[in-house]
T-cell receptor
Framework: DQQVKQNSPSLSVQEGRISILNCDYTNSMFDYFLWYKKYPAEGPTFLISISSIKDKNEDGRFTVFLNKSAKHLSLHIVPSQPGDSAVYFCAATNTGFQKLVFGTGTRLLVSP | DAGVIQSPRHEVTEMGQEVTLRCKPISGHDYLFWYRQTMMRGLELLIYFNNNVPIDDSGMPEDRFSAKMPNASFSTLKIQPSEPRDSAVYFC?????????????FGPGTRLTVL
């Protein structure tokens, strides 16, 4: 039973355009959400997070949007750069808890 | 800081053999996590420790898997006997505790292939 779903296994975008990565969750108890980025042969690294008390969090080129009623979040990267090419994992948890539930990941390819 | 250290980086073994994966967390971190990454299931949490004590092992697939943390600077994940379906990348991660949900820092992973 996949509680966090990333239905697009891959996404291709041209440099300079917007990348939108999507994530859906089924557990209404989740109230804290994170995105991790993973390059080949490396471990995932934390990118950005959002609490359910917000609907948007921005950090430079990266913005995460949360739609609680739809149990959906998205990561926007603007503008996309070739160095953003990686696998992006969405994760969810309850605030204060350390246990994260991850999705299956979306591979982003940004072409020059 | 050297980050989370995992060894070996690659392991190839035959079905039925014992496999031991090792992890050294970041010094001062209170939590240690073991994950498995597969194409079908993404990143799955297997087990995590707080101050060397196992807190949640509900993700451990079966009795063939065991994990220990004898001290704050070392943990092992053992598979005995190994099976081809155990082939995956295994990650160790650690995090401090500052209240809330803290960032987890991942090691580079161990790619396990069971023939």
């Amino acid at each position: 039973d996949q509680q966090v779903k990333q239905n697009s296994p891959s996404l291709s975008v041209q440099e300079g355009r917007i990348s939108i990565l999507n994530c859906d969750y089924t557990n209404s108890m989740f109230d804290y959400f994170l995105w991790y980025k993973k390059y080949p042969a490396e471990g995932p690294t934390f990118l950005i997070s959002i609490s359910s008390i917000k609907d948007k969090n921005e950090d430079g080129r990266f913005t995460v949007f949360l739609n609680k009623s739809a149990k959906h979040l998205s990561l926007h990267i603007v503008p996309s750069q070739p160095g953003d090419s990686a696998v992006y994992f969405c994760a969810a948890t309850n605030t204060g808890f350390q246990k994260l539930v991850f999705g299956t990941g979306t591979r982003l390819l940004v072409s020059p | 800081d050297a980050g989370v250290i995992q060894s070996p980086r690659h392991e190839v073994t035959e079905m039925g053999q014992e496999v031991t994966l090792r992890c050294k967390p970041i010094s001062g971190h209170d939590y240690l996590f073991w994950y498995r990454q597969t194409m079908m299931r993404g990143l799955e949490l297997l087990i995590y420790f707080n101050n060397n004590v196992p807190i949640d092992d509900s993700g451990m697939p079966e009795d063939r898997f065991s994990a220990k943390m004898p001290n704050a600077s070392f943990s092992t994940l053992k598979i005995q006997p190994s099976e081809p379906r155990d082939s995956a990348v295994y990650f160790c991660a650690s995090s401090p505790y500052r209240g809330g949900t803290d960032t987890q820092y991942f090691g580079p992973g161990t790619r396990l292939t069971v023939l």
